[in-house]
C-alpha cells in the first residue's frame, strides 16, 4: 500500500463548495490556498469562511486543528 502524505490544498474557485473543502481542509490542519481570479469573491472569502467554521462546529464536526488558508488571483 503507498502512502501519500500533503501538508498543503489547493482549491480552485470561493464558490460555496471550495470554501466549504477549504473550512475543512484548514480545520483538519491542512494549509489551503483558493485559487481565485475574481478580486470581489477574493475580497469576500473571510467572511464566507467565518460562517463555513461557525457550521461546522454547529454541527458538531471542529476538530480544532488551525490550518493557514490564503487567497490567490493564479
Known amino acids: 500500500m503507498v502512502e501519500i502524505s500533503s501538508e498543503r490544498v489547493v482549491i ?3 464558490g460555496s463548495i ?3 473543502f477549504s473550512a475543512t481542509f484548514a ?9 481565485e481570479p475574481d478580486p470581489d469573491c477574493r475580497h469576500a472569502i473571510p467572511q464566507a469562511l467565518e460562517a463555513q467554521n ?3 462546529a454547529l ?11 490564503d487567497a490567490v488571483a493564479q
Not at 27 to 35: L, M, P, T
Not at 59 to 69: E, H, T, V, Y
Open 12 to 14: 480552485i474557485g470561493a
Open 18 to 20: 471550495g470554501l466549504a
Open 27 to 35: 480545520d483538519a490542519g491542512f494549509s489551503v490556498s483558493i485559487v
Open 54 to 56: 461557525a457550521a461546522i
Open 59 to 69: 454541527a458538531g464536526l471542529k476538530n480544532g486543528a488551525s490550518g493557514k488558508i
